[in-house]
């Protein structure tokens, strides 16, 4: 159980172009989701915390408009890199929390984002 | 962007041996731990957690230690198998409300054989 899920696995892009990630809790209600972007040989860095039906909290340096997350249902939250630009190029990981019986959170494979 | 000049630390054991992974967490309000394996070009993968009132949990092959008076955690994984070769996160959550989670650095286990 508590399976997440995030698509797509990998994706280039232009510059200048925007990018959808889906983050998709499979066999539970995510009452929240985090996503997080990792660089490499670096730690996770939380970028934003996202409740189901309510605005996304960003983390200070974060830009809102330009890192837009939406989580319209209790299964999905979604990230869409705006107007990407080659320093967004990085691994973006989503992670969701709910009903479960430890306050821990159940991490999806990641994207990596390469943006040309 | 990336960051240039940052590496992990390495702990490099031999196949069998007893592995020994410590994270200083900075926050002594934190009371919840967990430690992550994250294997290349994957998410983070759960492996055991600690409440901030323990000081000691077991798993199957994996010990977790804490010591709130230094602000110290360990993972110790005995019989280190080449399957374990990965990087190992600590992570701690504080307060209450959104419980969002602090990654420490990182340390890459490397096993040989």
């Known amino acids: 159980g508590a399976v997440v899920s995030q698509h797509p696995s990998w994706v280039i892009c232009k510059s200048g172009t925007s990018v959808k990630i889906e983050c998709r809790s499979l066999d539970f209600q995510a009452t929240t989701m985090f996503w997080y972007r990792q660089f490499p040989k670096q730690s996770l860095m939380l970028m934003a915390t996202s409740n189901e039906g309510s605005k996304a909290t960003y983390e200070q340096g974060v830009e809102k408009d330009k890192f837009l997350i939406n989580h319209a249902s209790l299964t999905l939250s979604t990230l869409t890199v705006t107007s990407a630009h080659p320093e967004d190029s990085s691994f973006y990981i989503c992670s969701a929390t709910g009903e479960l019986a430890h306050n821990g959170q159940y991490f999806g494979p990641g994207t990596r984002l390469t943006v040309t | 962007g990336e960051s240039v000049g940052l590496?992990?630390?390495t702990l490099s054991v031999q196949e069998g041996d007893n592995s020994i992974i410590n994270c200083a967490y900075s926050n002594s309000a934190s009371d919840y731990f967990i430690w992550y394996k994250q294997e290349s070009g994957k998410g983070p993968q759960f492996i055991i957690d600690i409440r901030s009132n323990m000081d000691k949990r077991q798993g199957q092959r994996v010990t977790v230690l804490l010591n709130k008076t230094v602000k110290h955690l360990s993972l110790?994984?005995?019989?280190?198998q080449p399957g374990d070769s990965a990087v190992y996160f600590c992570?701690?959550?504080?307060g209450t409300g959104r419980r969002a989670l602090t990654f420490g650095s990182g340390t890459r286990l490397q096993v040989q054989p």
């Not at chain 2, 110790?76 to 280190?80: H, W």
């Not at chain 2, 992570?91 to 504080?94: F, M, N, P, T």
């Open chain 2, 7 to 9: 590496h992990l630390p």
């Open chain 2, 76 to 80: 110790q994984i005995a019989a280190t």
């Open chain 2, 91 to 94: 992570a701690e959550i504080s």
